[in-house]
C-alpha cells in the first residue's frame, strides 16, 4: 500500500524556519521524482518545489533563496527547508511522488501538513 506522510508543520513567527518531511513507502522511492506542493485558503495549489529521481532540484520563485529540497533515499524520505519565512508562506503543504510511464504519470498524494506563519 502506497503511502506518503507529511509532519513537520507548525506554527512559526516570521523569520523562523521549519523543517518537513515526507516519509514514503510501498513504491520503489529512489525511482520517483518528488514534489512540495502548497495550498493557502481560497487560492489555487501551488507548486513549490521539485527533485527527481537524479536529485535535480528546482522552485517557485516566491521561495527561491529561503527553501531547499532534498531527499534520502536510504530512509524513503523526502525534505523542505524552510528559512525567512514570510506570512505568506502560510497554506497546507502536500507531497507527491510521480513517475512517467509510457508517457503518463502515475502520481501519489500526502494529506498534508500544515504550516502557519504569524506573530
Known amino acids: 500500500q502506497v503511502q506518503l506522510v507529511e509532519s513537520g508543520g507548525g506554527l512559526v513567527q516570521p523569520g523562523g524556519s521549519l523543517r518537513l518531511s515526507c516519509a514514503a513507502s510501498?513504491?520503489?522511492?529512489?525511482?520517483?521524482?518528488m514534489r512540495w506542493y502548497r495550498q493557502a485558503p481560497g487560492k489555487e495549489r501551488e507548486l513549490v518545489a521539485i527533485?527527481?529521481?537524479?536529485?535535480?532540484?528546482n522552485y517557485a520563485d516566491s521561495v527561491k533563496g529561503r527553501f531547499t529540497i532534498s531527499r534520502d533515499n536510504d530512509k524513503n524520505t523526502m525534505y523542505l527547508q524552510m528559512n525567512g519565512l514570510i506570512p505568506e508562506d502560510t497554506a497546507l503543504y502536500y507531497c507527491?511522488?510521480?513517475?512517467?510511464?509510457?508517457?503518463?504519470?502515475?502520481?501519489?498524494w500526502g494529506q498534508g501538513t500544515q504550516v502557519t506563519v504569524s506573530s
Open positions: 507527491n511522488a510521480f513517475q512517467y510511464v509510457l508517457g503518463s504519470e502515475r502520481h501519489y
Open positions: 510501498g513504491f520503489t522511492f529512489s525511482t520517483y521524482g
Open positions: 527533485i527527481t529521481s537524479a536529485g535535480g532540484t
